[in-house]
């Protein structure tokens, strides 16, 4: 990684690490899975803009969820019914939104409420150039700060859920977010990613929560 890379210049602002230093090899040489492997080696979990963006860290200890526990189907991937099983999700933002690389050779943003991936590149640099792109868009920077400002810090294990979800019209008020444990923040929303995920617009959703 090169001084003036973006990858590097998020390292640059990070907050960790949150786990034991850690040599992980993914076993890719190129491509964003070898890029995250040298990320974490470096820094072994950490938080961007104000943890609006958390990188999940490795290992049996330390602050947070486990990267590795995090993508086994028992975590919350069950919920989705498949529509998560190709993201290896490294991190993700204060709602719960995920980064994942896709088949070793792309980087994507996988929407909790809807299941929609958006392509951001091929690599961890790219992803890094769009979260610096916009901060306060792509990584919730603003927000993030003025809800825990006002309602005091994150846990590190913990994001929040919509009380509506936005995409049935909530809205982006506090008092529609309450402070799950992330791994129960996935599990909510999975059945709703299940019924929303595909349906044409102004389709009706049933929003079971049982």
């Given at each position: 990684?090169?001084?003036?890379?973006?990858?590097?210049?998020?390292?640059?602002?990070?907050?960790?690490?949150?786990?034991?230093?850690?040599?992980?090899?993914?076993?890719?040489?190129?491509?964003?899975?070898?890029?995250?492997?040298?990320?974490?080696?470096?820094?072994?979990?950490?938080?961007?803009?104000?943890?609006?963006?958390?990188?999940?860290?490795?290992?049996?200890?330390?602050?947070?969820?486990?990267?590795?526990?995090?993508?086994?189907?028992?975590?919350?991937?069950?919920?989705?019914?498949?529509?998560?099983?190709?993201?290896?999700?490294?991190?993700?933002?204060?709602?719960?939104?995920?980064?994942?690389?896709?088949?070793?050779?792309?980087?994507?943003?996988?929407?909790?409420?809807?299941?929609?991936?958006?392509?951001?590149?091929?690599s961890l640099e790219s992803w890094a150039a769009w979260l610096?792109?916009?901060?306060?868009?792509?990584?919730?920077?603003?927000?993030?700060?003025?809800?825990?400002?006002?309602?005091?810090?994150?846990?590190?294990?913990?994001?929040?859920?919509?009380?509506?979800?936005?995409?049935?019209?909530?809205?982006?008020?506090?008092?529609?977010?309450?402070?799950?444990?992330?791994?129960?923040?996935?599990?909510?929303?999975?059945?709703?990613?299940?019924?929303?995920?595909?349906?044409?617009?102004?389709?009706?959703?049933?929003?079971?929560?049982?």
């Open positions: 990684m090169s001084t003036d890379s973006a990858l590097e210049q998020l390292l640059s602002r990070a907050r960790g690490p949150l786990g034991p230093a850690i040599d992980l090899d993914f076993g890719f040489e190129t491509g964003p899975l070898a890029e995250l492997g040298r990320v974490i080696s470096r820094m072994n979990g950490f938080f961007l803009f104000n943890a609006g963006v958390q990188v999940f860290r490795v290992g049996e200890e330390g602050l947070g969820h486990d990267l590795l526990h995090w993508n086994t189907d028992d975590a919350w991937k069950d919920t989705y019914g498949g529509l998560a099983d190709d993201q290896f999700c490294f991190g993700q933002d204060i709602f719960g939104t995920q980064f994942a690389v896709v088949g070793g050779e792309k980087v994507v943003r996988f929407d909790p409420e809807t299941a929609d991936v958006t392509e951001l590149g091929d610096l792109a916009d901060p306060d868009v792509n990584a919730a920077a603003s927000f993030a700060y003025a809800f825990q400002r006002e309602n005091g810090p994150l846990e590190p294990n913990e994001r929040l859920v919509p009380l509506q979800f936005l995409v049935g019209g909530g809205s982006y008020d506090f008092d529609n977010f309450a402070v799950k444990d992330a791994v129960t923040a996935m599990r909510i929303r999975g059945p709703i990613a299940q019924q929303v995920h595909g349906a044409p617009d102004g389709a009706t959703i049933r929003l079971d929560l049982a």
